[in-house]
């Protein structure tokens, strides 16, 4: 399984902008994540969706302005963020899980490489 993100950049604070994770390989899994990484500090869970697209959790801090969805047909899940704030900035980055909907980083199974987010106020 291999998943890259894309779409990150720069941007003003009340802006939106959207990512995608795009998939390809064998598939096997049960859900797909979002986390983020600001420097100097750990990978932070987003949010993730189940397989079929039907279940999407989020945390705390996006709830909200965030919103994951799954295009099965482009094999691609997307991340919509919205009103963002400078504390949003952080390299982003989804992930696959073979097992769950998990909110921890160690739970998840494949890792793309990340887009940057800068978000100035």
């Known amino acids: 399984v291999q998943l890259q993100a894309s779409g990150g950049g720069s941007v003003q604070a009340g802006d939106s902008l959207r990512l995608s994770c795009a998939l390809s390989g064998t598939f096997s899994l049960f859900s797909l994540g979002w986390f983020r990484q600001a420097p100097g500090k750990e990978r932070e869970y987003i949010g993730a969706i189940t397989w079929s697209g039907g279940i999407a959790r989020y945390a705390d801090a996006v709830k909200g302005r965030f919103t994951i969805s799954r295009d099965s047909a482009k094999n691609t899940m997307d991340l919509q963020m919205n009103s963002l704030k400078a504390e949003d900035s952080a390299v982003y980055f989804c992930?696959?899980?073979?097992?769950?909907?998990?909110?921890?980083?160690?739970?998840?199974?494949?890792w793309g490489q990340g887009t940057l987010v800068t978000v100035s106020s």
């Open positions: 992930a696959g899980d073979r097992r769950g909907l998990h909110r921890v980083a160690s739970a998840y199974d494949y």
